[in-house]
C-alpha cells in the first residue's frame, strides 16, 4: 500500500498493515503542521528522521517497515526504514515478504538513466514477482511517480 505522506513524499509499508497506517499518518500530521507554521516544502530526510525516531523507540515492537520516497531540494531520495529504525539508502530497494522475488528481478534488470516508462515497467515485473512468489504479498500492484514542480514565482 502506498501512504501519503506530504506533495513530494510517499512512503510504502510492509508488515503490520495497522502499524504501517498509524506510524505515516502521524508523519503526514507532522509534516503538514511544518508547511503550515513555514510555509516551505518538506525534506524527505524530515519525513526519514520522524519515521526512524518513532519505530527505534520502539525496537520493533511497532511492526512497519517502510520504504520512504520523494524528491526535494536536494533531488531524488529512496530509502528503507526498519521496524528497529534502521535506515538504507540505495537506488532501488525492497521491502516484505515478497522482497527476495523482487530483488532478484531488480538486481537482473536495473540499470542507471533508464526512461520512465521502462523504470514503471520494472517496479512492476518486481511487483508481479513479490506476489507471484509470497502467498502473503496481496494481489495488486500500485505504482507512484513522484516529481517536483519547480516553484512559481510571483
Avoid: W
Avoid at 68 to 90: F, Q
Avoid at 97 to 112: C, F
Amino acid at each position: 500500500k502506498i501512504h501519503y505522506l506530504a506533495p513530494n513524499i510517499y512512503g510504502c509499508g510492509a508488515g503490520t498493515a495497522a502499524d504501517c497506517d498509524h506510524v505515516t499518518r502521524m508523519v503526514e500530521s507532522s509534516l503538514a503542521l511544518f508547511r503550515m507554521e513555514n510555509g516551505k516544502e518538506n525534506r524527505v530526510r524530515q519525513a526519514e528522521t520522524l519515521l526512524k525516531r518513532h519505530l527505534n523507540r520502539y525496537q520493533g515492537y511497532v511492526g512497519a517497515h517502510i520504504v520512504l520516497g520523494g524528491v526535494d531540494v536536494n533531488g531524488p531520495h529512496l530509502c528503507a526504514i526498519s521496524a528497529h529504525g534502521y535506515v538504507k539508502r540505495h537506488m532501488y530497494l525492497t521491502m516484505g515478504s515478497g522482497s527476495l522475488a523482487a530483488q532478484a528481478v531488480l538486481d537482473s534488470r536495473y540499470k542507471d538513466g533508464c526512461s520512465e516508462q521502462e523504470a514503471k515497467d520494472l517496479v512492476h515485473d518486481a511487483i508481479a514477482a513479490g506476489i507471484l512468489n509470497d502467498l502473503g504479498s496481496g494481489g495488486t500492484i500500485d505504482l507512484c511517480v513522484i516529481k517536483r514542480e519547480d516553484p512559481k514565482t510571483p
